[in-house]
């Protein structure tokens, strides 16, 4: 039972255009929420997150919007660049006792020049 | 600054061996760590975490333990690795559950 879901498993953007990156969840509890970028053989590193108080939380190129009613959440990169090309994982937590981060499948953008 | 740190970055082992990971988070007291583990396909699984010394909670049944000796120390098991625990695994930390963690370099297990 997938409560953080990521449909798309890849993307690929013109290199200066904008990457929209989507994730569904499907937890009414969870009340905040995370992207992770993802190199190949690396760690997550964390990116931005955001409160269910809020619906979009911006940090340089990157901002991040929640539509609390269709539990959906949405990273936007703008403009993309080649180097922003990794696996974007959306995470999120507070679902009741689920204190723990939640984290969908990943989708893989490719930024191209 | 907190840094964490996970070893080996990667390790191929024999179906049957012992298997032990280990990960030291420095510059924080009392984090919460956690293991995780990208298999292909499955996004990033959760398999342990630990809210202090000697607590362990498991989220899958499987064929790993952990254990948390020390504050800062986590470490992942295993008595006889099983072909299907191969794996990237991940250790993390973070301040609270359910906030940001941080995640080390990650291990490529190869059970063979």
């Known amino acids: 039972d997938q409560q953080v879901k990521q449909n798309s498993p890849s993307l690929s953007v013109q290199e200066g255009r904008i990457s929209i990156l989507n994730c569904d969840y499907t937890n009414s509890m969870f009340d905040y929420f995370l992207w992770y970028k993802k190199y190949p053989a690396e760690g997550p590193t964390f990116l931005i997150s955001?409160?269910?108080?809020?619906d979009k939380n911006e940090d340089g190129r990157f901002t991040v919007f929640l539509n609390k009613s269709a539990k959906h959440l949405s990273l936007h990169i703008v403009p993309s660049q080649p180097g922003d090309s990794a696996v974007y994982f959306c995470?999120?937590?507070?679902?009741?006792?689920?204190?723990?981060?939640?984290f969908g499948k990943g989708t893989k953008l490719s930024v191209k020049p | 600054s907190q840094t964490i740190h996970q070893w080996p970055a990667t390790l191929v082992q024999p179906v049957g061996s012992p298997l032990s990971l280990e990960c030291t988070v420095e510059g924080t007291s009392n984090p919460n760590l956690y293991w995780y583990r990208q298999a292909a396909g499955r996004g990033l699984q959760l398999l342990f975490y630990?809210?202090?010394?000697?607590?362990i909670s498991s989220e899958v049944p499987q064929n790993l333990s952990a254990s948390r000796p020390q504050d800062r120390q986590f470490i992942l098991s295993s008595k006889k690795l099983l072909l299907s625990d191969s794996g990237f695994y991940l250790c993390?930390?973070?301040?609270?559950?359910?906030?940001?963690?941080?995640f080390g370099q990650g291990t490529r297990l190869t059970v063979v």
């Open positions: 995470a999120a937590s507070g679902g009741g006792s689920q204190g723990n981060l939640i």
């Open positions: 993390a930390w973070s301040v609270g559950l359910g906030t940001e963690a941080f």
């Open positions: 955001i409160s269910s108080i809020k």
């Open positions: 630990s809210v202090g010394i000697g607590q």
